[in-house]
């Protein structure tokens, strides 16, 4: 009995290794490559920062009756920081991007400003708003390139002028509007955090001419007008949280 058992047994293995030997080697298939998505820049956005502006100022004075100049034209400058806050929407056709958007701008922006003379006192813009598009350019899956534009608006206080450190003479605030134009750059930084984007532009804008009434300190015309011709240059940076729509979208480089 032991003699068939054992006789069985070899019998079996040696069946086990034939049928192994007739399998061969598993054959080696490389894992499929898995793309990386490519950023989406469909869809809306919010973001906030800051940046600083200067203003560029031609005005002189004129006799308000009849127009006549009192005094050169003088350039003034003035200097300052702003905080941004901004929304927008943005559509991605292949590498580029058609947006809207809308800004907000809490300034203090201050220079030097003269009037009559030798009446001197200090101009300050505290706020301004802008509203335009944009189109862009993606010559990286993470970088936009970009020019904007469209309408601006500004407000800038009353200025208060003094002689020999005495006030004497005054002009109202106003609000002008106008227009700019810019360029700038987005980055994704989506590998830090995603949806989170980062945004500098510089900005050009100029505004209508304001024409406000030079009157004695605590009230009462001088007879006299300031005319005022302003222009701004400002570098702005954001942080951008996106708001995607859909999936990832497909771009050719």
Known sequence: MNKI?????????????????????RP????????APVTSWTGCYLGAGGGGAMTN??????????????????TGGARGWFGTVQGGCDYQYQNWVFGAFADYDFMDVHGDHST??????????????????????????????YVSGGYTQGHWKGTDYSFLGAPAVSTSGFTKGGWFIGTGDEYALTSFLPGLFWKTEYRYSEFDRANTDITFFGGGLTGAT??????????????????NWGGPVVAKY
Do not use: C
């Not at 080696?28 to 793309?35: D, F, S």
């Not at 308000?64 to 034209?73: E, I």
């Not at 011709?229 to 949280?241: A, D, F, G, N, T």
């Open 5 to 25: 058992v054992l006789a069985l047994t070899a019998v079996m293995a040696m069946t086990s290794a034939a049928s192994a030997a007739d399998l061969g080697a």
């Open 28 to 35: 080696y298939t490389k894992a499929p490559v898995v793309a």
């Open 57 to 74: 100022n031609d005005y002189n004075d004129f006799v308000t009756a009849t127009g006549a100049v009192l005094d050169p034209n003088i």
């Open 116 to 145: 009559l003379g030798g009446f001197a006192g200090q101009q300050k813009q505290d706020w301004q708003w802008a509203v335009g598009g944009r189109v862009g350019y993606l010559v990286l899956p993470q970088l936009l390139t």
């Open 226 to 243: 300031q005319t005022q011709k302003l222009r701004e240059h400002s570098v702005r940076s954001e942080l951008v949280y996106r708001f």
